[in-house]
């Protein structure tokens, strides 16, 4: 499963799933459960996040 850990109104970030076979092959995975209209493009892959700014949080489910 692919963890969510942080979402705008222009991105997300996530952890992928430990059986990712590359980033690219994420995208497509994400992009097909999405719904028609709904694009993801693959920007940059980091190491790690550090959030310094708190942010409005909602509850949701994070895994996808």
């Known amino acids: 499963e692919l963890e ?3 979402v ?3 991105g997300l970030y996530f ?3 430990d059986d990712s076979v590359s980033p690219e ?3 497509e995975d994400i992009q097909n459960i999405l ?3 709904i694009d993801v493009d ?3 892959t980091y190491a790690a996040l550090f ?4 942010k ?3 509850s949701w489910d994070t895994t996808m």
């Open 4 to 6: 969510i850990i942080e």
């Open 8 to 10: 705008d109104t222009d």
């Open 15 to 17: 952890i992928p799933p």
């Open 25 to 27: 092959k994420t995208e």
């Open 35 to 37: 719904p028609q209209g």
């Open 42 to 44: 693959l920007e940059e």
């Open 51 to 54: 959030g310094i700014k708190a």
């Open 56 to 58: 409005i949080t909602h």
